[in-house]
């Protein structure tokens, strides 16, 4: 392998065939530059993904109570379900393993006043949990915390919009404000990740606090984001267990597709990751289909060296070379030729992916790029490239019989 006289022999027979060489080493590069290019901005693209659909909450799950569409256990259909305290706590108790955060919801449309400005605003309350459910950002202040949930505080955090329409941008943390009836500390002035004005319109106070205020334990809807690293697979089943459970829980027919809905991002992830999942395909077919014309166009400059060297290689076997000899030579020769122009492919096509960021937002693209272990993958595939493309040949050159090559025109 480091035998210099050996490498001077390949260098002389790369030089003797400089177009050919360098126009079957051109294929390889192109094969792998193809690849890292659309695998790294296959990247990009899922990163894009994952950045402007699939933010924080993208794997919530929202349960709220319909009408039912059947009789059921002696009750009438077109009856309202209505989720209460107690069925969040029964998902909460039973659900603890598969649940990151919790929040019941309950929302009321209110008069909000501060100073001698008034409007009329969504006043939400939700849990201490919510802040990290969703893809909201403080700006100023803090969300409320468990123990202003628990002590049923008149804390409030609002929107950068309503700071925008009632108090003209004025530092309003730790004032109060008039939200229906009664009076509330601002603790938080929050916005969202999406600039999105109409949620940035609304106001969020503790559950327990609204709850309290109106004399109900109602639920409109309950949001669960659950663990970390749930599959799709694994959502769904969760989901379709909860749905069961509650329907159980208020007499509704297993059979009634209504009563009790939950929807949960299962099914778009999963098209989603089956979109990727064709994606990748296609770019290893493409990838891989250039690769194998490259292997072949080093197979027969390979062949042809060793046909034009069938005099030099039966001289070699007379003097004494072995087939092992002949075989690692022509094999180096090819693994050489492979690795130098796969590198260069490699090299260009990683620079390109790493420096193009620039203007690819608009297509969804963001932060397109191959990891280390990718390009280690193409390394391996070079090497066994170089060594397919050399073994035939190799197996041809061993099999010549000094005679039969002395004989050779």
């Given amino acids: 392998m480091f035998d210099i006289d050996r490498w001077r022999e390949i260098g002389a027979s790369i030089a003797s065939n400089k177009l050919r060489t360098m126009l079957s080493g051109l294929t390889i590069s192109l094969a792998l530059f193809v690849f890292i290019v659309l695998f790294g901005m296959g990247n990009g693209l899922q990163n894009g993904f994952q950045k402007e659909f699939f933010q924080a909450g993208a794997m919530n799950m929202y349960i709220f109570g319909t009408r039912t569409t059947e009789s059921f256990g002696g009750y ?47 006043v939400t309350g939700v849990s201490h949990d919510y802040f990290d459910m969703t893809n909201i950002r403080m700006e100023k202040g803090r969300f409320f915390s468990r123990e202003d949930t628990k002590e049923q505080r008149k804390t409030a955090v609002i929107g950068r919009m309503v700071v925008s329409d009632l108090m003209k941008g004025e530092d309003v943390i730790g004032q109060f404000i008039n939200i229906g009836s009664g009076m509330y500390e601002i603790i938080g002035v929050f916005a969202t990740n999406t600039n999105d004005d109409r949620e940035e319109r609304g106001i969020y106070v503790p559950i327990t606090t ?43 027919s297993p059979d009634d597709q209504s009563g009790i809905r939950i929807w949960d991002s299962s099914e778009q992830m999963s098209n989603t990751n089956a979109f990727f999942f064709v994606l990748t395909i296609i770019v290893f077919v493409i990838g891989g289909g250039s690769l194998i014309a490259g292997v072949v166009s080093i197979g027969n400059i390979m062949v042809f060296s060793v046909k034009e060297r069938t005099k030099e290689i039966g001289i070699r076997k007379a003097l004494g070379a072995t087939p092992y000899n002949i075989i690692s030579l022509v094999m180096q020769e090819a693994v050489v030729i492979t690795l130098l122009f796969g590198v260069i492919g490699i090299m260009t096509a990683t620079v390109l992916v790493e420096n193009i960021n620039e203007g690819l937002a608009d297509y969804f693209i963001y932060n397109p790029g191959v990891s280390s272990g990718s390009l280690i993958l193409a390394c391996v595939i070079l090497f066994v490239a170089g060594f397919l493309a ?20």
């Fill in 76 to 122: 009438q259909k077109g009856r309202q379900i209505i989720l209460k305290n107690r069925d969040l706590d029964y998902i909460t108790e039973n659900y603890s393993d598969k649940i990151k955060y919790i929040s019941g919801e309950y929302s009321q449309s209110l008069m909000v006043k501060y100073g001698g400005e008034s409007g009329s605003y969504s």
């Fill in 210 to 252: 609204l709850q309290i205020i109106y004399g109900t334990d109602e639920l409109p809807s309950i949001t669960i984001t659950p663990n970390d690293g749930m599959s799709t697979d694994e959502l769904s089943r969760f989901s379709n267990d909860l749905k069961s459970d509650l329907k159980s829980r208020h007499n509704i």
């Fill in 390 to 409: 050399g073994f035939i040949p190799a197996r041809y050159a061993a099999k010549i019989k000094p005679i039969d090559a002395l004989r050779d025109e």
